[in-house]
T-cell receptor, first 111, second 113 residues
Framework: DGGITQSPKYLFRKEGQNVTLSCEQN?????MYWYRQDPGQGLRLIYY???????QKGDIAEGYSVSREKKESFPLTVTSAQKNPTAFYLC??????????FGQGTRLTVV | AQSVTQPDIHITVSEGASLELRCNYS??????LFWYVQSPGQGLQLLLK??????LVQGIKGFEAEFKRSQSSFNLRKPSVHWSDAAEYFC???????????FGKGTSLLVTP
């Protein structure tokens, strides 16, 4: 089945630690996105990539980094510079003018 | 600045009653419009979308939405709500092909017996 796979579903980060969230898609979509979701805040765009080896900052990119070495993969690293990383993270992909397809999300908690 | 507004944070309706969730946008031209639904701890599922043509669009689960250019609105409706419709609903807008969707802050729907 085609879709977007995010892993892990739950992730715990210690203070000062970098963690990486995985996002893989087999939909052959060119564009991929990372959103952060906090209660009452909706979805806020962290980074997006429209083609391989190219990506742009979204509205809240500080403390995050991404790479896009393959069309299928768009991992997100939450660095120690992100002071409030506890949130629900959603990855999505999109082809052209179509709707965005979403993964099931990763819940990151600082311990 | 481009923005998407969902004026209602929470809405409570009785099962069997009709539902309307509001969405207003501020964009330079007619954008691509979407409604998504999210159950707790899950990803987002597309309910319906509008790109062009007929301004009344039908979606899944009995939902429909009407695009009104003059009001910059894209309100979601359902004639008769079921208890399983309780969820978070998001309106989203995209300016163009490949661009990221810009989301409203969501409306939480509670359905009472």
């Amino acid at each position: 089945d085609g879709g977007i796979t995010q892993s892990p579903k739950y992730l715990f980060r210690k203070e000062g630690q970098n963690v990486t969230l995985s996002c893989e898609q087999n939909l052959n979509h060119d564009a991929m996105y990372w959103y952060r979701q906090d209660p009452g805040q909706g979805l806020r765009l962290i980074y997006y990539s429209q083609i391989v080896n190219d990506f742009q900052k979204g509205d809240i990119a500080e403390g995050y980094s991404v790479s896009r070495e393959k069309k299928e993969s768009f991992p997100l690293t939450v660095t120690s510079a992100q002071k409030n990383p506890t949130a629900f993270y959603l990855c999505a992909s999109r082809r052209g003018f179509s709707e965005a397809f979403f993964g099931q999300g990763t819940r990151l908690t600082v311990v | 600045a481009q923005s998407v507004t969902q004026p209602d944070i929470h809405i409570t309706v009785s099962e069997g009653a009709s539902l309307e969730l509001r969405c207003n946008y501020s964009y330079g031209a007619t954008p691509y419009l979407f409604w998504y639904v999210q159950s707790p701890g899950q990803g987002l599922q597309l309910l319906l979308k509008y790109f062009s043509g007929d301004t009344l669009v039908q979606g899944i689960k009995g939902f429909e939405a009407e695009f009104k250019r003059s009001q910059s609105s894209f309100n979601l409706r359902k004639p008769s709500v079921h208890w399983s419709d309780a969820a978070e609903y998001f309106c989203a807008v995209a300016a163009n092909s490949g661009y990221a969707l810009n989301f409203g802050k969501g409306t939480s729907l509670l359905v009472t017996p």
